[in-house]
C-alpha cells in the first residue's frame, strides 16, 4: 500500500498485544492462492436431483500475497470477486485449488486448527447496513469475536479493548453503547472495520469496502484502511469495481474476468502498461479529470454480454468480446505467465498476462492520470466522529 500518514498512533501497542504467531518478513508471500476453484452445481429433478452443469463462479485463481502488501483485485459483476474472498476468509468450502498461509495448507482445516488460522485472516464486507446486526450495541458488535476467542481478550479486559478499538478506527469510544442505526454509512463501516481488526489478524479480506458509500466518505475510510495497513503492518486483499481506488490503494492489482485472474502486476505495470485487452478496456472506461487528456485517451466498447459461468467459452475465455480474437484463441486456454514476447525485455509490460497475442497499449495518455481520493480532498477523520455519531 502506499504510504499515507495521518499519523494518529497509540493502536500499535493494542494489536500488538496478544498478537499471534511469528511476524513474517515484509515481502515473503503470506497467502500463496494456486488454482482456486468454486463451482456451484445446476441440478434438475425434485426428488431425485442430478446434477446437469455447474456455475464456475471461480475457475482457477492463482496469486500470492505478500506480507505487508496490498493486492488489488478488479473485474465486473459476476467476475468471482466475492466468492475468492468468501473461500479466503473459509466462509465458503473450496471445490478445488489450495490456500497456502505462511507455507501451510489451510485449504481443508477444521476444529481447533481451523480456529487458529481463521483468527489471522478476517473479512471486512461491503454493505455496513447490512452487515452489522442492528439489535446488538456496537459494543458487543465488535467484542463478538473474543467469545469465540477469549485469549485474545479476556473477559474484565473486553470494554477497554473495544473502546481502543473504536478509537484507532476514528470513533468516538463513547458510542460504545449506542447502535448501528444510530451512525452515517461511513461510520458503520468503520464499526466493521474495528471488529475485523478485533482478533489482531494478519490479513484483512476487504471485499468493495467504500462501495456502498458516499464519494466523499469512500476517500476517508480508503485512507482509513491506508493507515491501519501501515500502522499494524496488515496484509491486505482490497476487492473493488472501481480501478481509481483500487490504484490509489494497492501496490498490485490482479484483473478478474469470469472466474479467472487474466492479468496481474503493480499497480504501475497494470495502469499504465496493460497487455490484456480485457484490462485495457476497462481502463478506457474509467473517468479521465483531465479534460486535454480525456480528449486523447482512447476508448475501447465491448460487444456482448459477459458468457455465463455455467457456459464459459473454450480456450480464452474473454475471446467473445476480444476485438483482436483469432482462431488460435478459441483452441487453447491462454496461461497466465509472462507473455513470450516480453520475457527478455525488462520493460514495465513484463507481468503476468494470459493473451496469447498480448501487447502493450496505453488507454490512458500519461498526463491524464487516474482519479484518486486524495487525502488532501477529504475532510478530517474527526469530522464523522463528533459530526455526525449523535442520535438521530
Ligand atoms: N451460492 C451460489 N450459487 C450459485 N451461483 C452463485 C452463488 N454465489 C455466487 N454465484 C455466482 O457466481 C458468480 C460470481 O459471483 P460473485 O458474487 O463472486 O461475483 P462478484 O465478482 O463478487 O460480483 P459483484 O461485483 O457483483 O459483487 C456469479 O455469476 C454468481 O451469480
Ligand atoms: S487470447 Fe485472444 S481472445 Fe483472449 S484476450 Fe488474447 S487476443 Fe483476446
Ligand atoms: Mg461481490
Not at 500518514?5 to 492462492?33: H, K, M, W
Not at 476444529?111 to 483468527?119: E, H, N, P, T
Not at 474476468?257 to 495502469?271: K, P, S
Not at 487516474?370 to 466522529?385: G, I, K, N, Y
Request: aromatic share 6%; charged share 25%.
Amino acid at each position: 500500500m502506499h504510504a499515507d500518514e495521518t499519523g494518529r498512533g497509540g493502536g500499535g501497542s493494542l494489536l500488538q498485544a496478544g498478537a499471534p504467531g511469528a511476524a513474517y518478513a515484509e515481502g515473503e508471500p503470506i497467502l500463496q492462492v494456486r488454482g482456486l476453484v468454486k463451482h456451484y452445481p445446476l441440478t434438475q429433478g425434485i426428488l431425485f436431483k442430478k446434477q446437469v452443469g455447474a456455475v464456475k463462479a471461480v475457475d482457477g485463481v492463482d496469486f500470492d500475497l505478500s506480507a505487508g502488501e496490498t493486492l488489488g483485485i478488479v473485474g465486473e459483476s459476476g467476475c468471482g470477486k466475492s466468492t475468492v474472498a468468501r473461500m479466503l476468509v473459509h466462509l465458503e468450502p473450496v471445490t478445488g485449488g489450495s490456500i497456502r498461509y505462511k507455507g501451510e495448507d489451510i485449504t481443508k482445516l477444521s476444529g481447533r486448527a481451523l480456529k487458529a488460522v481463521r483468527r489471522n485472516i478476517q473479512m471486512v464486507f461491503q454493505d455496513p447496513y447490512t452487515s452489522l446486526n442492528p439489535r446488538m450495541t456496537v459494543g458487543d458488535i465488535i467484542g463478538e469475536p473474543y467469545e469465540i476467542h477469549p485469549e485474545v481478550a479476556p473477559r474484565g479486559s473486553r470494554r477497554k479493548r473495544v473502546q481502543d478499538l473504536l478509537d484507532v478506527v476514528g470513533l468516538n469510544p463513547e458510542y460504545i453503547n449506542r447502535y448501528p442505526h444510530q451512525f452515517s454509512g461511513g461510520q458503520r463501516q468503520r464499526i466493521g472495520i474495528a471488529r475485523g481488526l478485533a482478533l489482531n489478524p494478519e490479513i484483512i479480506v476487504a471485499d468493495e469496502p467504500v462501495s456502498a458509500l458516499d464519494v466523499s466518505v469512500q476517500a476517508q475510510v480508503v485512507n482509513l484502511l491506508d493507515r491501519l495497513q501501515a500502522e499494524f503492518d496488515l496484509s491486505f486483499v482490497f476487492i473493488a469495481h472501481d480501478l481509481s481506488i483500487v490504484r490509489h490503494i494497492s501496490d498490485r492489482v490482479g484483473v478478474m474476468y469470469l472466474g479467472r485472474i487474466v492479468e496481474i502486476g503493480t499497480d504501475q505495470e497494470i495502469y499504465d502498461h496493460p497487455t490484456h485487452p480485457y484490462t485495457q478496456a476497462l481502463l478506457s472506461a474509467v473517468p479521465v479529470p483531465d479534460p486535454t487528456a480525456r480528449d486523447h485517451r482512447e476508448r475501447i466498447i465491448l460487444h456482448g454480454d459477459v458468457p455465463s459461468p455455467a457456459n464459459i467459452p473454450s480456450g480464452c475465455r474473454f475471446r467473445t468480446r476480444c476485438w483482436k480474437a483469432q482462431e488460435r484463441c478459441a483452441l487453447e486456454v491462454p496461461l497466465l505467465a509472462v507473455p513470450a514476447v516480453f520475457r527478455d525485455t525488462s520493460t514495465p509490460a513484463r507481468h503476468d498476462s494470459a493473451c496469447h497475442f498480448a501487447e502493450e497499449k496505453r488507454v490512458v495518455p500519461p498526463e491524464g492520470l487516474l482519479e484518486t481520493p486524495e487525502p488532501a480532498d477529504a475532510p478530517p477523520e474527526e469530522d464523522d466522529r463528533d459530526d455526525r455519531g449523535g442520535p438521530a
